[in-house]
């Protein structure tokens, strides 16, 4: 199916471990992004990718990795979670983001909703 | 540093009115400006995006940009109660450094 897929949905996990997110997208997007969403803070840019092999930290990097040897994955791993960790993760793409209008708008996929204990 | 503000509301509106959501950006340098709905439980899809001053429409919604006064608003016409969600709003300036979420609006939309 066309469009951008989160896996897994729903993931619970202990502190300490580590945890690996995955996101593949069909569009050939340039851009790929990684958000978490908290309550009180609205979506917060973890990461993002302006292509494959390259990434750069947005707001909120501490505590997680991102790589992208391929155009449309873009894994996001947490080395070793923590409780504060615990939140929804988008994971979004787009063509571009220099070009004003439709090609900057971000496509999110549905969602990894991840609980530390 | 960079921001965006809304009224994270509820906002109630009845069935049929017009709904005014605002977003008030800090970024003078910000150049597009998107609107994205986003359904408890889901994921933000998006309704419409503006970089040019003034109205643009697309069916029941209505986006208007005033980069002088630095703020953009969504107008929802004939508002249903399926139009009641979180509507987010999305400043960029070019750039992964250049975006911007407001924390977003509870729409309550009235039968």
């Known amino acids: 199916d066309a469009g951008i897929t989160q896996s897994p949905r729903y993931k619970i996990t202990e502190t300490g471990r580590q945890v690996t997110l995955m996101c593949h997208q069909t569009w050939s997007h340039s851009y790929m992004f990684w958000y978490r969403q908290d309550l009180g803070h609205g979506l917060r840019l973890i990461y993002y990718?302006?292509?494959?092999?390259?990434?750069d930290k947005g707001e909120v990097p501490d505590g997680y990795v991102v790589s992208r040897s391929k155009t449309e994955n873009f894994p996001l791993t947490l080395e070793s979670a923590t409780r504060s960790q615990t939140s929804v993760y988008f994971c979004?793409?787009?063509?571009?983001?220099?070009?004003?209008?439709?090609?900057?708008?971000?496509?999110f996929g549905p969602g990894t909703r991840l609980l530390v204990l | 540093q960079k921001e965006v503000e809304q009224n994270s509301g509820p906002l109630s509106v009845p069935e049929g009115a017009i709904a005014s959501l605002n977003c008030t950006y800090s970024d003078r340098g910000s150049q597009s400006f998107f609107w994205y709905r986003q359904y408890s439980g889901k994921s933000p899809e998006l309704i419409m995006f503006?970089?040019?001053?003034g109205d643009k429409e697309d069916g029941r919604f209505t986006a208007q940009l005033n980069k002088a006064s630095q703020y953009v608003s969504l107008l929802i016409r004939d508002s249903q109660p399926s139009d009641s969600a979180t509507y987010l709003c999305l400043s960029q300036r070019g750039g992964a450094d250049g975006l911007t979420f407001g924390k977003g609006t509870h729409l309550i939309i009235q039968p």
């Open positions: 979004a793409s787009s063509e571009s983001l220099r070009l004003a209008g439709a090609q900057e708008t971000q496509y």
């Open positions: 503006i970089y040019s001053n």
């Open positions: 990718s302006a292509a494959a092999d390259i990434t």
